[in-house]
């Protein structure tokens, strides 16, 4: 499963109750479609992947990153958009079904009653 079909996955799953990441994954699966060296695992790494580099090349990489992290932001908002919806569409599923069996309950409960005060 790709990066992006992992997002997908935990934003839509057909009513079943919704997938939360915590919030190093969400990151991480949204940034490593953007800029792969701001994941979290590969941070540490930088300092030696990039400890040749002028400080024009360095200029430029903190500008890509710049850009990166407002990239970032929009994809992030985004996402909790999608997944609170996902939320509330899973919360009124809950409530409907609820309210379907507690008025199922309800008439059975009825039914005994009317049952019972006849046979009086």
Not at 51 to 77: F, I, L, V
């Amino acid at each position: 499963m790709t990066k992006s079909s992992q997002q997908d996955d935990s934003v839509q799953n057909d009513g079943a109750q919704p997938v939360i990441p915590t919030g190093e994954e969400i990151y991480n699966q949204i940034m490593s479609e953007i800029e792969p060296d701001l994941v979290n695992q590969t941070e540490e790494s930088l300092e030696k992947k990039y400890a040749d580099e002028s400080k024009g090349e360095k200029s430029a990489r903190m500008q890509r990153y710049q850009e990166a992290m407002k990239e970032y932001d929009k994809r992030y908002e985004k996402f909790v958009a999608d997944l609170t919806s996902e939320v509330n569409t899973y919360q009124k599923q809950e409530i409907a079904s609820l309210e379907r069996k507690n008025s199922a309950e309800e008439k059975e409960q009825l039914s005994y009653l009317e049952s019972a005060i006849s046979n009086l």
